[in-house]
């Protein structure tokens, strides 16, 4: 056997700061607003390679947009944007407290990554079909999915749309362009890919968008994805919601530290975009230059949204015990309602005032859907029928399940 002058040893990642340890984000390199070029949507990949290692940013830190990225949207198209941003965080406050409260099992915020699913959701039609994970709410807010068919799945209730089979959260919703979540990381990529092939081997106009986190982008299905997208051009945008943190484990340990998660997409030859997941214009300029592309049948993007899980991961979860208390508020690419506030306030088409009472809004419109939910039942209170737990299972009945609902007596 040969001898190495010191024995061999694994690396580790580890994150930056530990609880106690004052946030660190001195390591990120972040462009400044407007400093990246946009090259033209019809681009060869291997062209525009640099842009995987790049940050498209359109707001600075004063709120104007500037640069090449800038999707010049009108004014009502920016409230509606934050308007749906903001009824999408009261949700996840309620709901976080409707847990607090033992109305349900569970719950998980996307605090911090509202520009991402809601600015998605606004630019594609339902018709385009959404592979979401659990933290795309924003999707379904942004197309106007009824707030109070999203908490009866959340109480399991008797008019839970999917019949209290599913953990809260998972929605679906085929006619809202949301395809049925799973608890199973990764599924979906493929999903979305084999969903987009079908559209184009059908000749459709239909495009598929799918999103994954950082942490998940370690699972093979991540991989096998890519692949097929790139190989058959399949009409796909594929986001990376890096939001820094898979529950307790930093971007880093799941390849984020050598390179980024947008340059993955270099080694299959497909597109990649790295954006600021914070600034609702540039996540808006990025999907509609991966939309354009797709729709010229050039095929599959990978866009990596840059952001910061600012919730714990889940109602199980808290984020004292493995990062610094306050690395979300020192986070230096801010808050995307904050950020889009601060925009429209410059523009002169909004006031503090106006966002006070869009907050008030929504924190209505989010008791009110709360209020006829819960007449309904939250969690044990009402349930669907016993009986439909054997539905669905195969699409026709089987004598097996007959059987066992027989057994059950139901
Ligand atoms: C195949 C699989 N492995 C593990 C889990 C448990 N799990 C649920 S969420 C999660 C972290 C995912 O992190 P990330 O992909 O970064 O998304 P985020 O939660 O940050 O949005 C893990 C490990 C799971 N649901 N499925």
Redesign the pocket.
Known sequence: MKKNTKPLSLRVPEPSGRPGDTPDFSHLKLDAAGAVARPDALADPHEMRDMAFRLVRVLDDSGKAVGPWDPKLDPETLRRGLKAMVLTRAFDDRMHRAHRQGKTSFYMKCTGEEAIAVAQGMILPAEDMGFP???QQGLLIARGYPLVDMMNQIYSNASDPIKGRQLPIMYSSRDYGFFTIS????TQVPQAVGWAMASAYKGDDRLAISW??????A?GDFHNALTFAAVYRAPVILNI?N?Q???S?F?GI?GGLETTFASKAIGYGLPALRVDGNDFLAVWAATQWAEERARANRGATVIELFTY?GAP?STSDDPSRYRPGDEHEKWPLGDPIARLKQHLIALGEWSDEQQEAAEKDAAEQVRAAGKESEAIGTLGQSRPSVKTMFEDVFATEDWRLVEQRREVGV
């Open positions: 994970t659990y933290r608890g199973n990381l990764g994954i986190g950082d942490g998940a982008t699972e919601v939001n943190w898979a529950i484990s971007q799941a899980r991961h």
